[in-house]
């Protein structure tokens, strides 16, 4: 059966990129954060004048093939079992202590119950009025974009309804992410059932890797039998895939459009501008600069080759000058809507001082121990799947696939060194090389196909080898919990998973009158209000930081004597590693509980 073709009408298009950007710049209210009305004014018409320069130079009419045949959605249905089934106790296990994740939930949270249901309603039905408007070629579509959109800026202006959010967290990642985040806990506020289900956190990434698993099961071999899923699995399971499947970060989403690009990238560098715009990879590009300033490499990376690809083509094919200025032209409209909404982002953050900016360091590249970090995280992180991808670049070279080759290789190269030029601490620290798995898999599918278009048995049978060895190197342990320090090379910036949820509910049952003291920790764990919430409970407690020692008994001698001269009863004391220590002076208190998971361990010590 042939695939069908759609056209999605520009005007459609633009509403749609009118409404992302919107949500992203405008309903998203950073605009609203200055300090004086000027400001406020200033900042707003800015916003409207690059908004409405990147819609102009982005969108034209959509083609989408839709392939009909049911055996695609069976393989989809297929990806999607194994992903869950391999993915069940990771969705579900405790907020780690340590990254960032409970800070992403908590802001979660907070949108989720400050956002009014009837305001999120009565702004929901126009939105649809105006997409079915736009769909039937009205020329309303515009004019009432225009009035719905200046509705919406007067109702933040009067009632700013987002005066709750810290500018902190406004600013530090681009917040349009949070809405989509929001909506399942959302969901469940207004459907009266708990909102404080992990899962309902970890959906988007989870979703995301399902569709990066789609995406490159098909860009390998085109399923055709049940076995050929086994490349699905082996997608699902490469380490650094598997470890972010089931935590809330920014960065799998983007990975996924990155990757679209990627395998994708010949005729997005080569192709003329109008030529692009109705190719639904082109959206995926232009869209990245919302998600995460972090792809801001990857963007000028391809604004890069995409002017060699034209200079080539000139070198080739001189054209005259009135034509050369009009395909300058086009580059530079290729150039904006690529660029802009990340420029616009990073220069809205400037002027919040309490972000961090990035500040290279040179040195830190002379470092032995950051090169050998690097190497070691691109084996520890990618598996074989690294040497697939040095097969599949070379492959590209024989095919003289340059342009291609130039790309993947560039952001497998350049995104490890940035991030160790900011902070030697961060070399190859996984979330971060999260931004080479595409090169890497749009690189290695190009020796995949090969090999499944001339020896498909062979094919198969690499793919359940590659499926062993990344169970095998899996940085999931069995119960759902993420390996400690994972990933981490240099300095301790990843999850620890501590089995706080259990023995929160067990103090709740057994000493819920009780004063405890949470200690043990060096660094603040934030989602005891969520565990407190979601057990209805409100106990007498304090949290005290200790200082980081490798000497557990003394830290909790000296523990155990605070919450002695505090007068508490209990004291939940966090174990650095997974040891129990043996042999610590209990004062007043005797252990009395120890919890444990296959990460570390959690000590209840009560009168």
């Known amino acids: 059966m042939t695939s069908n073709s759609i056209t999605i009408p520009k005007t459609l298009v633009m509403v749609l990129l009118a409404s992302f950007y919107s949500l992203g710049f405008i309903i998203t209210p950073y605009w609203r954060s200055a300090e004086t009305t000027s400001e406020m004014i200033l900042i707003l018409s800015l916003t409207i004048l690059v908004g409405a320069i990147w819609l102009v130079v982005s969108a034209n009419d959509l083609q989408i093939r839709i392939d009909p045949t049911r055996s695609r959605r069976g393989f989809l249905a297929g990806l999607l079992v194994i992903s869950i089934l391999l993915n069940f106790k990771p969705l579900t296990s405790v907020i780690p202590w340590r990254g960032d994740e409970d800070y992403l939930i908590s802001n979660t949270l907070f949108l989720a119950s400050t956002i009014s249901t009837k305001w999120l309603l009565a702004f929901l039905v126009p939105f649809f009025l105006l997409i079915y408007t736009a769909w039937r070629k009205t020329r309303l579509a515009i004019p009432v974009g225009i009035l719905f959109l200046a509705g919406v800026i007067l109702f933040i202006w009067l009632k700013d309804p987002f005066a709750g959010i810290k500018d902190t967290v406004l600013f530090r990642y681009p917040y349009l992410n949070y809405w989509f985040f929001a909506f399942l806990p959302k969901l469940a506020l207004v459907l009266r059932s708990d909102p404080y289900q992990e899962v309902l956190f970890r959906v988007i990434p989870f979703i995301a890797s399902v569709a990066l698993a789609w995406i490159c099961q098909m860009y390998f071999v085109r399923p055709e039998k049940p076995l050929d899923l086994l490349w699905g699995g082996a997608l699902a399971t490469i380490p650094i895939v598997f470890y972010y499947s089931s935590i809330l970060y920014l960065e799998l989403p983007a990975v996924v459009l990155m990757t679209l690009v990627c395998v994708n990238i010949q005729n997005l560098l080569q192709q003329d501008f109008l030529k692009i715009k109705q190719n639904p990879f082109w959206y995926a590009l232009i869209l990245l600069g919302f998600i995460k300033e972090t792809t801001t490499p990857f963007l000028l990376c391809f604004v890069g080759w995409r002017l060699i690809a034209f200079l080539v083509k ?28 990340a420029v616009l982002y990073l220069f809205l953050r400037s002027f919040q001082t309490h972000n961090r900016s990035f500040s290279p360091d040179i040195l830190n590249l002379t470092d032995p121990d950051v090169l050998r970090a690097l190497g070691q995280s691109l084996v520890d992180q990618m598996g074989v799947f690294l ?38 601490g961060y070399a190859g620290y996984s979330r971060f090389n999260l931004y080479i798995l595409p090169p ?19 094919s198969i049978l690499l793919a359940g080898a590659l499926i062993c060895v990344n169970v095998w190197m899996s940085p999931i342990n069995w119960d759902g919990t993420k390996k400690p320090l994972w990933g981490n090379y240099m300095a301790d910036t990843s999850e620890h998973y501590y089995p706080y949820r259990e023995a929160l509910e067990w103090l709740k049952t057994n000493h819920g009158n009780d004063r405890i003291l949470f200690t043990g920790m060096h660094y603040p764990y934030i989602s005891f209000a969520f565990y407190f919430s979601k057990f209805d409970w409100k106990p007498d407690h304090e949290i005290v930081l200790t200082e980081k020692t490798e000497d557990q008994n003394a830290a909790i001698s000296q523990a155990l004597d605070q919450a002695d001269a505090g007068n508490f009863d209990v ?13 610590v002076a209990a004062h007043n208190f005797v252990q009395e509980i120890i919890f444990m998971n296959d990460a570390h361990r959690l000590i209840v010590y009560s009168r």
Not at 449 to 458: A, G, H, I, V, Y
Not at 576 to 581: A, C, I, Q, S
């Open 571 to 583: 004291v939940l004391y966090q174990v650095t590693g997974n040891e129990v220590p043996q042999n």
């Open 387 to 424: 040497i697939l991808f040095l097969a599949g670049s070379l492959l590209l070279l024989l095919k003289k696939e340059y342009l291609a080759f130039g790309f993947l290789s560039s952001l497998f190269l350049f995104y490890p060194l940035f991030f160790a030029l900011d902070a030697a």
């Open 314 to 341: 000139q070198r080739i094919a001189p054209a005259k000058m009135a034509s050369l200025g009009h395909d300058l032209i086009q580059e530079l409209k290729v150039a904006l809507a690529t660029l802009l909404p």
């Open 440 to 458: 890497v898999l749009a690189a290695s599918g190009v020796l995949i196909r090969e090999l499944t278009d001339k020896k498909r048995l062979f």
